[in-house]
């Protein structure tokens, strides 16, 4: 008996946290996961479908702008964020609950696909407004709204979450399965000659308009902002080709169907394509049909990048794992070296530079006149950036030593270990969930405008970090 005692006081000892000895703790972890859910299902959610914030009455709700209660919004943090954080919930408890609850969101993002194969940034749900959107699963209506946007991760972040959940339903759920493949061809047929992506898209292009050529400074450039229609542009700004390339490397490991991994490659042969000639051989944020630097919006002028350009470089970095084809190292030297000759003063980097001077380029913040001097730049935009070029020339060092190291699926993250931090946060998000299964916190609804009396909110970022959190100390505490 005695032995016994010892025995049981031994194995409390030495069991990780919210194991052995302390199972209160892991069953509360447990109830506040499924409340919170709950409440998010039953009382949050239209259709399935998520905003990003919402006032703590529901009364008034918003994503990157005003809506209603018959939207949801895909840019994240919208319904892909929740859909996935509700995956990754199934995942670390195994509990169906959080299965069917991510379902019925993909669910929603399958009634929000549009006759053109991606995503706007919102779906109407309300049959009425529907009428005017060229929704697929709808009878077809004449002139309807049908463009697909990449901007913002909106169409990729969509297709993310069907693609894990296709994948977790073992292609059985036929609306979901039948959604992601239009989507991918879609997509690959909206894909230029060259290997670039749109910002937006509501057709295939003609690829006789869209010459493959490399990169090249125009003779001129307006240093005035030239108002044009952007969204057709070769693009790389907000990680618009980073996105669409990460999207495609996880469709040919979830579908095994090599067209999928060809479509990447071909978009990191664009970038190989759209470097910039020396004396300044990185990028630029988007490009024209005879690839020369254009403006965008009235403060994204001609002009190389520093922000991009880095992530064009992690872009490479990734394709080269992922595939091993040297090709996608060889631009990055003399990128890095261009980027490290060109920091400014204080160690960081210009947003842009001037083509062919490389002198760094910024706004006036009132009237947004193209200027060299950083005296008096907009606050709404970074101007100057982070130097990041140390850890990738050490990534690239290392490939470079030791080659590609491909790993079966990266998506798949390993089972986090049991510790006192993860039953810390989790426990603080414990306490700070209500007794209605919110998350209830200090806020403002910006859409609105200054007069709006919100100060209290529900926002999906929160929730899907207090969900990972539930979860992460979840699964590193599963028997």
């Not at 209160?24 to 479908?49: H, K, M, P």
């Not at 542009?233 to 040919?252: C, P, Q, R």
Request: aromatic share 10%; glycine share 8%.
């Amino acid at each position: 008996m005695r032995f016994v005692v010892y025995a049981a006081l031994l194995i409390g000892l030495l069991a990780p946290p919210g194991q052995a000895g302390d199972g209160s703790t892991r069953d509360q972890a447990a109830s506040a996961l499924r409340n919170a859910v709950g409440f998010f299902r039953a009382r949050v959610a239209v259709e399935g479908g998520y905003l990003w914030r919402y006032s703590e009455d529901l009364s008034r709700r918003q994503g990157e702008e005003k809506a209603t209660a018959t939207m949801a919004w895909v840019q994240p943090p919208g319904t892909p964020a929740v859909g996935l954080a509700l995956l990754n919930a199934h995942e670390a408890a195994g509990d169906p609950y959080y299965l069917d609850a991510a379902r019925e969101t993909a669910h929603a993002l399958v009634r929000g696909q549009l006759r053109s194969g991606g995503w706007d940034y919102s779906i109407e749900f309300d049959p009425r407004l529907r009428s005017r959107i060229a929704y697929r699963v709808d009878p077809e209506v004449k002139n309807g709204r049908n463009v697909s946007t990449l901007d913002d991760d909106t169409t990729q972040a969509a297709l993310r979450l069907l693609m894990r959940i296709d994948r977790a339903l073992k292609f059985e759920d036929a609306a979901i399965h039948e959604s992601v493949g239009f989507a991918l061809k879609a997509l690959r047929n909206a894909q230029y000659p060259n290997g670039a992506w749109p910002q937006r898209f509501d057709r295939a292009p003609d690829p006789a308009r869209f010459p493959v050529t490399k990169a090249a400074s125009p003779d001129d450039w307006s240093r005035t902002y030239l108002k044009a229609d952007y969204r057709g542009h070769y693009t790389l700004n907000d990680n618009t080709l980073a996105d669409m390339i990460d999207v495609f490397l996880e469709a040919g490991r979830i579908y095994d169907r090599p067209e999928y991994q060809k479509a990447a490659e071909r978009g990191g042969d664009f970038l190989l394509l759209a470097q910039m000639p020396e004396p300044q051989p990185a990028w630029a944020q988007q490009y024209d049909a005879e690839m020369h630097p254009v403006w965008a919006r009235k403060f994204e002028p001609p002009s190389i990048t520093g922000g991009e350009s880095q992530g064009a470089l992690k872009v490479l970095l990734h394709l080269y794992r992922e595939t091993g084809h040297d090709r996608f190292l060889a631009p990055i030297p003399k990128a890095l070296a261009y980027l490290r000759r060109s920091r400014l003063d204080d160690g960081r980097l210009a947003r842009f530079y001037e083509l062919k001077t490389n002198r760094p380029l910024y706004f006036t913040k009132d009237d947004y006149e193209l200027t060299y001097s950083d005296a008096n730049m907009p606050t709404h935009y970074a101007f100057k950036i982070g130097d990041g070029t140390g850890s990738i020339t050490r990534e690239y060092e290392r490939l470079k030593a030791n080659g590609p190291d491909r790993r079966t699926d990266p998506t798949q993250t390993a089972r986090p270990r049991p510790s006192k931090v993860l039953e810390t946060r989790a426990m603080a998000v414990v306490k700070a969930l209500d007794d209605q299964g919110r998350w209830v916190e200090d806020g403002r609804l910006k859409a609105f405008g200054p007069d709006d009396p919100t100060r209290r909110v529900i926002d999906c970022g929160t929730f899907i970090r207090n969900v990972d959190a539930l979860s992460r100390y979840l699964a590193s505490t599963r028997p």
